[in-house]
């Protein structure tokens, strides 16, 4: 009986040093969780607050696409007129000349001078050019300020 006394005492001893063991990793491990549980906490509310971010920044990235495709419109708007300005500008510096003899020869009115000899021509197209000396009719093709001057002696 002793023998079985010693065994039940031994098997009493290693089961207190196994609950103290199993006790000491059970406080371990419930410390882990309790900080790995804190972390997860606080990546759950950045992750919340990356979210409401991120919703932020799509309002801000759609306004700017809104005001960009405003500005864009507007803009080519502005190119369209300053196409149009430029254009009228040229219009506006081109330089039309045109001086030309008739033969001499007598006239009774009414009659349309012809104009035969073509001296000096410039910005004047051919198909004016043309009709002016068959009908002595001048077109102004450019719109802008002539000095048409006329000698009959």
């Avoid at 410390?31 to 606080?42: D, I, R, Y």
């Avoid at 300005?85 to 045109?98: G, S």
């Avoid at 004047?124 to 102004?140: A, E, P, R, Y």
């Amino acid at each position: 009986m002793k023998k079985l006394t010693n065994n039940v005492d031994t098997m009493h001893s290693d089961l207190k040093e196994t609950i103290v063991f199993v006790d000491s990793n059970v406080t371990n491990l419930a410390g882990q969780l309790k900080n790995h549980l804190s972390s997860l906490e606080m990546l759950r509310s950045n992750l919340q607050e990356l979210t409401v971010n991120t919703g932020t920044f799509q309002n801000a990235i759609g306004n700017i696409k809104t005001t960009a495709d405003i500005y864009n419109g507007r803009l080519s708007v502005q190119v369209s007129k300053l196409e149009d300005l430029k254009a009228t500008v040229n219009d506006m510096n081109l330089r039309v000349a045109l001086s030309a003899c008739a033969a001499y020869h007598t006239i009774s009115p009414p009659t349309t001078i012809k104009f035969q000899n073509i001296i000096t021509s410039k910005g004047i197209t051919n198909q004016h050019l043309t009709s002016f000396k068959s009908s002595g009719v001048f077109v102004c093709e450019v719109p802008g300020l002539y000095h048409i001057s006329v000698v009959i002696m």
